[in-house]
């Protein structure tokens, strides 16, 4: 049992939204400080923002067991990933979910480097969505996921994208294997849950959820993603 399985479920939401706190505070800070520079290796990055995280947040940034810097081509595939150097026209995901591990939550964000404009459309376009997922999740207190999932992919339809994963979230805290969905298909937002969002799970606490968004430009082949805790508001 974990430590937010035993919390109240109060609690467990405050400490949730703090870990999503302090991960859009160092992507802020990324960003500000440039980290992400044409030239500099995945590696380099990696290390900039790590020790970013334990000046902002100490101890409370938890241990990094995995990489969370991916360009280009390597925000495509599922990892390991190959070392590269970022290059001036790149897209970069920045995952913080290593980061977060004491709080069973995640972040991610692509930044386009440069001024590609395809590629500034594509993290534009993928923000709209996300935010209409958002919208829709709030307005709708028994939506499923399946239609979540379906207000997505007609989102990403509707500014000419494709979503490029069968799920676009999960429960906080379920591992995100290729096979976790298939075993417990009421845990991801996508076609196979027809379960509403907000629940109480068998455990006796409220279902929070990931939101989870990979979006491709089919035409280019480049590759955006989101990812947040999707609460509420």
Known sequence: MTTLDR????????HLAEGQRMAQRLFSQVVATQVLRPGRSEEE????????AREIFG????????RFVRSASDTVVGGPWPERVIGAQDLVVLDFEPLLAPYETGF???????????RRRLVQDLALV????????????????????????ALAAGAGR??????????????????????????FIGPDNDRPLRR??????????????????????????????LEPA
């Open 162 to 187: 494709i979503l490029g994963a069968r799920h676009c979230g999960r429960l906080t805290g379920t591992p995100s294997g290729p096979h976790a969905a298939a075993v417990r298909p009421e845990a």
């Open 130 to 153: 996300a935010a209409g997922a958002r919208d829709a999740f709030r307005a709708a207190g028994s939506l499923t996921g399946r239609e979540l999932h379906a207000e997505v992919h």
């Open 59 to 66: 101890a409370r940034a938890g241990r990094v067991r995995r």
């Open 45 to 52: 990055a990696d290390n900039r923002i790590a020790l970013i």
């Open 7 to 14: 919390m109240d479920a109060g609690l467990r939401a405050l």
């Open 200 to 229: 109480t799970l068998e455990e006796g606490r409220p279902a929070h959820w990931l939101l989870q968004i990979r979006l491709v430009d089919g035409r280019r082949g480049h590759t955006a993603v989101h990812t947040e805790l």
């Open 108 to 118: 991610a964000r692509t930044v386009a480097v440069g001024d590609g404009l395809a």
